[in-house]
């Protein structure tokens, strides 16, 4: 899969989304996700975690990361996503990988 530059952080979806419901920016971001648009599906997902922190958004975020090459922040939104401490859930997770 390509990799998109994470730094454009607001042109990458359509103009009008940033005032959309959390659900809207959910299907921005997965669809984004999806085709591989990093910074579009990272703003989506960030927003829609500023409006309304669900697990889907921590998830959709989680993913983000992982492919941009956040893995530490990814882990801290999948466990997030789960509702343990982030803290916790990251160390049991790099204990399990020792």
């Not at 998830?59 to 997030?80: F, K, P, Y």
């Amino acid at each position: 899969m390509r990799r998109e530059s994470t730094t454009s952080r607001r042109s990458a979806y359509p103009q009008g989304v940033a005032a959309a419901d959390p659900d809207d920016l959910l299907a921005t971001g997965s669809a984004a996700l999806a085709a591989g648009q990093w910074a579009g599906a990272r703003a989506a997902f960030e927003d829609a975690l500023a409006r309304e922190p669900t697990a889907e958004a921590h998830a959709g975020l989680a993913d983000v990361l992982w492919w941009v090459g956040e893995t530490q922040a990814s882990v801290q939104h999948v466990c997030r996503s789960v509702g343990k401490a982030p803290l916790t859930c990251a160390n049991a997770v790099s204990a399990s990988h020792s």
